[in-house]
């Protein structure tokens, strides 16, 4: 049977945008991916929340399908995937733009596969970024990555390096610091959720960003300012304006 990459979780009869979420995964698998995987069910909350956010607004919230597990070296299935369910959501839906959601693997195919014309911003969370990762197509893109420092299974330097690279190559970066939290997300949880939801309401024009964390994205290539800020705890997100 085909594979389908895209999972469409709710979709507006108007769509003016679109969020996709991508979970985590392996540096090596071919194994088939089941919903009850730790790595899917964890991004499941950081959906739901998302979802929440942008009820009643023109917004599609859609999952990225893997084929298998792993990345799998050269093969870089994951960014596969999620190139494709890109293209399938432009069949869908039309030239909408499209924020990515990734986490660790998730967050490396969404940080690979940002220059497609559709994406508009990515939210990384705890990215994988080995070192030598591409960066050019970042160029004109706002990037967000929130990365512990306690992190022990992708390295938060690397998610440094990559983000000052980026911004070297006129990528629009921002580097939030979760301190005291882990790979999983699971300490500090709401603060995760919570900081992730308002980005995308931001990146999506719904509601203002954060201030310190819009002025980190207008920074331009001016050095490393914005890419070690501290995530305060999250405070509940204010009224979404009207339209």
Known sequence: MEHRALVLRTRPAEVRAAVLVLHGGRADGLGV????????VRMRPFRRAIERAVQ????????????????NGSRADAAQDAAAAL???????????VVLVGHSMGGRAALRV????????????????????????????RVVVLHSDRDGVTDPEGSWEFALRARA????????VVAGSDHAMLRRAGDWHKATTRLVRGLLGLADLPQ????????????????????????????????
Request: glycine share 14%.
């Open 56 to 71: 009643g607004r023109a917004v599609a919230v859609g999952e990225v399908r893997y084929r298998h597990r792993g990345w």
């Open 114 to 141: 940002a220059g497609h014309p559709a994406v508009d911003s990515v939210v990384a969370l705890a990215p994988w970024c080995p070192e030598g990762e591409p960066v050019a197509h970042l160029a004109g893109r």
């Open 87 to 97: 293209e399938e959501l432009e069949a869908a839906l039309g030239p909408v733009p």
């Open 169 to 176: 190559r006129g990528a629009r970066v921002c580097r939030l």
């Open 33 to 40: 991916v089941k919903p009850w995987h730790p790595a899917a």
């Open 212 to 243: 310190d964390v819009a002025d980190a994205l207008d920074e331009g290539d001016r050095g490393a300012g914005g890419l070690k800020l501290a995530l305060g705890p999250a405070r509940e997100p204010g009224p979404v304006p009207a339209p």
